[in-house]
């Protein structure tokens, strides 16, 4: 199957990329949750929660070497976060190109200090951060009394974590094919949005 996908075009495979345009141009990747701006009449990224749909960017310099201007363009849309993940990771195994994923309020994941977002193509260090950042987002926004159990799995970054966990290694029992659909519980709506 993975053979076949592959072979797909990729302005076919991916719904946001025009005839002709490859994944070629682009150095590295990033997912994000997006809505629409019915006011502005414009697509957004937002925080998690806001999410209407989660995208898929290419990253490509339009600036130099020594001065790097990396502008975004919209790649691929899926309504399901775990979906996107799934994409995401054929896009990885297929270029081997990069990643990075978050949100508006915590920013993106993974992050080198003093460096900033470091991407990566191995999903289990954006697992891994992601697990830290809840972590360290409950602590800082939930007091010690008020804290429940399921505060993690509640956290509106838990489901792109999962989605990063299922497909790495994080969990030491092996990822998830990325080139196997997903079952019907994990896709409630069929499609992307086009932005």
Known sequence: MQAQIAQTPEQVRF????????????????????????????????????AEFWSIYGRFNEGTDDAPEYLAYAVHDEFSVMEIVRIARQIAIETGKDFVAGDARLGQFPKRIGIGIWPVNEFTEIAEDLTVAIHEDIERTIPEEDRRVDDFDNHPLADLREAFVDFSDYSGSGQRDPYQPLDHSDRPVEGGHQS
């Open 15 to 50: 719904n946001n990329l025009c005839p002709g345009e490859t994944l070629d141009r682009f150095a590295w990747f990033e997912i994000l949750p997006c809505r629409v701006d019915q006011t502005e009449e414009c697509v957004l990224q937002c925080e998690a929660q806001e």
